[in-house]
Each structure stands twice: as structure tokens, then as C-alpha cells.
């Protein structure tokens, strides 16, 4: 089964490493990453789709994706 991520987050070191710890755990990059202005912060986000293989599972909307 192949799970998805979209990561977001403010454009700091804190979002960097939100992304780094899921490549640590075999998360793999997917696509560019994105950047937008929230008008509503005043804040840069970035964005980062990543995916994951993963065997013997099935999958279930309860699935914490960030556990796996």
C-alpha cells in the first residue's frame, strides 16, 4: 500500500524539520514543494507532498499517517 502526506507549515526551520523527520522515517519526496502567502497570518506556508510503501497493511481513514 502507498500512503500520502501533505506537509505544511510556516516557512521556518521548525516546517524543514517537520519534513526531515519524515524522510528519516523512509517518507520519500513527492513532487515540488509548494509556497503561498496566507493573507490571513500575513505568514509564507510552504508545503510538501511525501509518500511511503508500506506492506501488510490495509488502509483505514483511522490511520495515524504520521505513525507509519
Do not use: I
Not at 8 to 18: E, I, N, R, V, Y
Not at 47 to 54: I, L, N
Amino acid at each position: 500500500m502507498k500512503l500520502y502526506r501533505f506537509l505544511t507549515g510556516p516557512d521556518d526551520s521548525a516546517f524543514c524539520h517537520k519534513v526531515t523527520a519524515a524522510l528519516d522515517k523512509g517518507w520519500v519526496l513527492h513532487g515540488s514543494p509548494s509556497y503561498a502567502f496566507n493573507a490571513e497570518t500575513g505568514v509564507m506556508q510552504c508545503g510538501q507532498a511525501v509518500v511511503k510503501e508500506v506492506e501488510g497493511r490495509e488502509y483505514s481513514p483511522e490511520m495515524k499517517l504520521g505513525e507509519q
